[in-house]
């Protein structure tokens, strides 16, 4: 598979950014907290060893950049970090991308207790899969979400997706077939 060439895109309050180093402490702030952990299931670095969560270290949430900084040099997934756009801010919110882009892109999302409930999700979720429209011809996409993570499913409902009834562990898929406007 070729390398993916994560783009920056940017929405009216957002920067999509290919996550890096950089976002070090950005990363470890939203994966040392229980709220984001709760629903993520097992998270593992790139050589398939477990990385417990809520991350208490920066060099065990490190392992999760380090993850998908590989996965997309590797060609078949990647992340963006999502960081504010209000002058001098350059925050970091959250992340959002794909666990895998071919058949179908599966997206991904997290983002930082403190920022929900503003659009913020909706936004970036919205210019990922427009982004993955275009460049990688997709019209459709899935999402796993456990049943209980009833904001994730609120967040999958807005941008159209539908239940399917089929899970794989405890995560129920969902799909959004075409890219109307939710």
Request: proline share 5%; glycine share 10%.
């Amino acid at each position: 598979m070729e390398p993916i060439s994560i783009p920056t895109l940017h929405t009216d309050r957002l920067t999509l950014t290919a996550m890096e180093a950089a976002h070090s402490r950005g990363v470890f702030e939203l994966w040392s907290h229980p709220d984001v952990c709760r629903y993520s299931g097992q998270v593992v670095d790139h050589d398939g060893n477990v990385i417990r969560t809520p991350c208490t270290t920066e060099s065990q949430s490190d392992r999760i950049i380090e993850f998908w900084v590989r996965a997309a040099r590797d060609g078949w997934g990647f992340r963006w970090s999502i960081l504010g756009r209000e002058p001098g801010s350059g925050i970091f919110i959250g992340m959002v991308g794909f666990n895998a882009i071919a058949p179908i892109p599966e997206i991904a999302f997290h983002l930082h207790p403190r920022f929900w409930g503003n659009g913020y999700m909706l936004e970036a979720t919205n210019e990922a899969m427009e982004w993955a429209t275009t460049n990688l011809c997709s019209h459709q996409f899935k999402a796993f979400i456990e049943d209980g993570n009833t904001k994730a499913i609120r967040l999958a409902t807005r941008l159209g997706f539908s239940a399917t009834g089929r899970y794989r562990s405890r995560a129920q898929q969902y799909q959004r077939l075409g890219l109307g406007s939710p």
